[in-house]
Nanobody
Framework: QVQPVESGGGSVQAGGSLRLSCHASGRLFSTYAMGWFRQPPGKEREFVAAIGWLERNVDYADSVTDRFIISRDNNKDTVYLQMNNLPPEDTAVYYC????????????????WGQGTEVPVSS
């Protein structure tokens, strides 16, 4: 079990960039797949990106491919989400989540969740 804690959220103008961090304390962070999800205002939580315990395994939602980059530093028990060229539609609360080993898109497949960090994108 790990305890994710997100940071790095904040207001950004359309077209700008932001990097989110998620520190996941707990045993054996390197054996967990880490996912980023988001929940726009009034909508359901949705998959954004994930990175497996094998760092070469990554996946992105179609809406963020070529704009977002997920990475991890196992020495720091931290996963990152670099977000570029943000439009207002990316406004959401962004959550970090963990599950054993392999990546998944489904929200219910992740067991440990952070509290979320808000990212308002203004036009």
């Amino acid at each position: 079990q790990v305890q994710p804690v997100e940071s790095g959220g904040g207001s950004v103008q359309a077209g700008g960039s932001l990097r989110l961090s998620c520190h996941a304390s707990g045993r054996l962070f390197s054996t967990y797949a880490m996912g980023w999800f988001r929940q726009p205002p009034g909508k359901e939580r949705e998959f954004v990106a994930a990175i497996g315990w094998l760092e070469r395994n990554v996946d992105y939602a179609d809406s963020v491919t070529d704009r977002f980059i997920i990475s991890r530093d196992n020495n720091k028990d931290t996963v990152y989400l670099q977000m570029n060229n943000l439009p207002p539609e990316d406004t959401a609360v962004y959550y970090c989540a963990a599950r054993p080993r392999d990546i998944e898109h489904r929200v219910w497949k992740y067991y440990d969740w952070g509290q979320g960090t808000e990212v308002p994108v203004s036009s």
